[in-house]
T-cell receptor
Framework: DARVTQTPRHKVTEMGQEVTMRCQPI?????VFWYRQTMMQGLELLAYFRNRAPLDDSGMPKDRFSAEMPDATLATLKIQPSEPRDSAVYFC???????????FGEGSRLTVL | GESVGLHLPTLSVQEGDNSIINCAYSNSASDYFIWYKQESGKGPQFIIDIRSNMDKRQGQRVTVLLNKTVKHLSLQIAATQPGDSAVYFCARGGGSYIPTFGRGTSLIVHP
């Protein structure tokens, strides 16, 4: 049963610490998306990749967030330094093409104290 | 700019009733939409999609209606069950559209 895998599922850290979230997309999918979900803003797009190349990260605070795909089986989202306002659930999703069905992971719940 | 938005943040229904979740969009360039369901503690999951050459599409207990004239679509759930309690999102799809979701509509089913 193919699925998107995210780690860690839960992370509690202190302000100023570095946080790295990882995602393993479904094998064969060529698009990968990072979303952030909060009660106030809902599900917001942070960044997306096609064939491992970053295409859009306009939704991401550039000074502290970075997203990469070191290889086709791994996408990472890094926050350095983390701030309390970064507390949210971060979702990774993958798909065959932009604009069509996305398969989401279970999310990484981040709490920054 | 183009936007896809849900009408109500919360919808409460009684078990067994039919539920209707509405969504409006502003750009007709590509009329293809996907509905997702997000259960508590999980990521959104695909429910059903509808393309621009269709006005209606049915799945198991769910029906999507697309009204291109008024740029409106709805998700209807028949005989709503407690397991239908979730947040529902409509997302624009097709072509080079990047799916955007917003806050969604929270469906609460009362026994």
């Amino acid at each position: 049963d193919a699925r998107v895998t995210q780690t860690p599922r839960h992370k509690v850290t202190e302000m100023g610490q570095e946080v790295t979230m990882r995602c393993q997309p479904i094998l064969g999918h060529n698009t990968v998306f990072w979303y952030r979900q909060t009660m106030m803003q809902g599900l917001e797009l942070l960044a997306y990749f096609r064939n491992r190349a970053p295409l859009d990260d306009s939704g991401m605070p550039k000074d502290r967030f970075s997203a990469e795909m070191p290889d086709a089986t791994l996408a990472t989202l890094k926050i350095q330094p983390s701030e309390p306002r970064d507390s949210a659930v971060y979702f990774c999703a993958s798909g065959f093409e932009e604009g069509f069905e996305l398969f989401f992971g279970e999310g990484s719940r981040l709490t920054v104290l | 700019g183009e936007s896809v938005g849900l009408h109500l943040p919360t919808l409460s229904v009684q078990e067994g009733d039919n539920s209707i979740i509405n969504c409006a969009y502003s750009n007709s360039a590509s009329d293809y939409f996907i509905w997702y369901k997000q259960e508590s503690g999980k990521g959104p999951q695909f429910i059903i999609d509808i393309r621009s050459n269709m006005d209606k599409r049915q799945g198991q207990r769910v029906t999507v209606l697309l009204n291109k004239t008024v740029k409106h679509l709805s998700l209807q759930i028949a005989a709503t069950q407690p397991g239908d309690s979730a947040v529902y999102f409509c997302a624009r799809g097709g072509g080079s559209y990047i799916p955007t979701f917003g806050r969604g509509t929270s469906l609460i089913v009362h026994p």
